[in-house]
């Protein structure tokens, strides 16, 4: 191993300096140096410029493709850098669930715990390099924690240094200066409006809680569905969003989108270095069309078997048609009975009626003359999931003939459909 006496005194502060100032060259001397053989996996030009999309603006929305290393960039390599520069500062790290949290918590724990390679050969332990980074408490646990301090913020509080949270979990009481929320949304927790309003509430309630108005607040993630918490965060005018999907890079050589790449219309890989054109192709190959679309291209479609898709719901909400002036047609009761993923634990299920005409008798331009509109004339939610939301259709819909019971005077035609997507 080399020492220090192979290096002379200015060449290790600078370094140190280096480390100081740059949050990518602290994160290679953590470690993160990509593949030992190859220049795959290291961090170049696209990671800083989410790095600095980062520290733009107080609060930021990432979203980039799966296997990119946001989570190991903003979440670990950012917040160890933002405890060297700010040691008293309290980071929340939140996620979707408290498991993936405490994972990433763990991650910056043990990263303060180890070594700096300063410069080739040369390493430090980092409480050696930068005391104020040193760990509180027994410093002999490593993995998963919930939360953790360090020297710089001893006897400043009763809030940790970093501490981990989930889209669940109660937050009155915390103060973070600083918020890491990272993949907040995953698959089981979009599934409904309701789950997915869930999220948008989480981080609504968390923004009066930090501890200044512009204590920064950094969400990461992937969309799972139409109107989730990445569609919410970018109408927000308080908000900037860095938004990319996998093939949008540009030619290594000129930096220019010049339509001569390998992907779609002569895409370019977004960072060949960590995906590139063979891999993202493998890839969609062995995935499905609704997967690949939002977590790779960043742009949620409609599921396969999706009973509404988005030119169906553009011409069912067209503000021209009201009720009033709706031909006369059949309706069909559907509802959503996603929560059995979940079995009786689930949020509410959706019941709606649509009327349904088609599209020659709306007048609608675009379509078929005899493609089907749903057009929603009557809607509620059931407290109790999916249990709830079968007993009702058993009930009350089947057993009883729901017209002046249920849905008003009229007397309705109704059948089921199990795929409201």
Known sequence: MVSNSDYKPDDIRNALFRIWRDPLAFGEALGYKGEPSNKRKRFGDFHRRMLEHVHSRPKTSTIV???????????????CHHLLRHPESRNLIACATLDLARKLVGEIRDRLNGDLELLPGLYMPVREAFP??????????????????????????????????????????????????????????SRTFTRRQKVIDFIEALEPLMYAPDSPINHIGTPWAFQDVTAFLSRR??????????????????????????GPEGA????????NADEIKEKELGLSRTFFSAQYL?????????????????AATDPDLTLK???????????????????????LNGVVVVRVLPAHRLNLKGFPPDRNIFVPVRAVELPGGADAAACWIEDVCVRVTPSSKVFGSRRWHLSLSLALG
Request: proline share 10%.
């Open 65 to 79: 493709p799966r296997g990119h290393a946001k989570s190991t960039l903003i979440t670990v390599i950012d917040t």
């Open 132 to 189: 104020w980074l040193a760990l509180q408490g027994d410093v002999r646990k490593s993995g998963p924690c919930d939360q953790f301090n360090i020297a710089g913020r001893a006897g400043k509080g009763r809030e940790p240094s970093v501490f981990a949270a989930s889209v669940e979990s109660n937050l009155a009481g915390n103060h973070p200066t600083r918020a890491v929320i990272d993949d907040p949304a995953n698959e089981q927790n």
């Open 237 to 262: 005018d308080d908000w900037a969003q860095f938004r990319f999907g996998v093939w949008d890079g540009t030619n290594p050589a000129s930096g220019q989108a010049d339509g001569e790449g390998p």
């Open 268 to 275: 370019w890989p977004l960072c060949p270095e960590f995906l």
């Open 298 to 314: 960043c742009e949620p479609v409609p599921a396969e078997e999706a009973v509404f898709d988005p030119a169906l719901v553009a």
């Open 325 to 347: 002036n709706l031909p006369d047609g059949h309706e069909i009761l559907l509802y959503d009975p996603v929560a059995r993923i979940e079995g009786a634990k689930g949020d």
